[in-house]
């Protein structure tokens, strides 16, 4: 372990303290490999499982370890029209489980997200059976402010190229507080305990993944 993860993983005992007075469960993972270790363990065979848009998923390689397992896996990508689409969201709003990351996440254990259709941000609401958050330590900011600003700055001009958009982070990098039909940024979600206790686990995960 390096020096740096080192320190996340001081920095990560406080959170999950805290994550445990949300109501939530927290987790320490050196490495992405042992997030996906630790998550398998934790998912029943047969369980249904769906997940929002994730850079973090697919790099640890949560993704392509599920598809090796025996689940039932529902990907909003395999439908043909509007009207599947619509079908497998119902189906992955009452899944057993739904995998996600999370745009930041706080010093305090606070969860602070952006979306633009909010399918990702509605499950973590409501729904799933259970939520995985998987986090890298590229995503610790100090507060609720810092966190939208890191997403502002970070992730929204990432995603918004990685998904084609037309928008001023787009071409700047920049946030332009923009209103058009290509913006990602339509809901905006602290989320600062859970009512379900355990519902929600985070994996805090000390190497950097997604955006």
């Not at 509605?122 to 729904?127: P, Y």
Request: glycine share 10%.
């Amino acid at each position: 372990m390096t020096v740096k993860q080192k320190g996340f993983e001081l920095t990560a005992r406080s959170i999950i303290e805290d994550l445990h007075k949300r109501n939530m469960q927290g987790f320490f993972c050196e490495t992405g490999k042992d997030a996906v270790d630790l998550i398998l363990s934790q998912l029943p065979e047969g369980a249904s499982i769906g997940w929002g848009g994730s850079e973090t998923i697919k790099e640890i390689g949560l993704l392509d370890a599920l598809k090796e397992g025996n689940y039932d896996l529902i990907d909003r990508a395999t439908a043909r029209n509007a009207e599947e689409s619509r079908a497998l969201y119902g189906r992955m709003a009452m899944a057993d489980a739904f995998l996600m990351s999370s745009n930041a996440i706080t010093e305090r254990g606070e969860l602070v997200n952006i979306d633009g259709a909010a399918n990702r941000l509605a499950c973590l609401l409501h729904g799933p059976k259970e939520v995985y958050v998987i986090v890298g330590m590229n995503k610790l900011v100090k507060d609720v402010p810092a966190g939208l600003g890191r997403i502002r700055s970070i992730a929204c001009p990432a995603n918004t190229l990685r998904l084609g958009r037309k928008t001023p982070c787009a071409l700047t990098g920049r946030c332009g507080d923009c209103f058009g039909d290509d913006s990602i940024c339509s809901e905006i979600v602290i989320t600062r305990r859970s009512s379900q206790p355990g519902r929600i686990k985070v994996f805090l995960v000390a190497e950097d993944y997604g955006f």
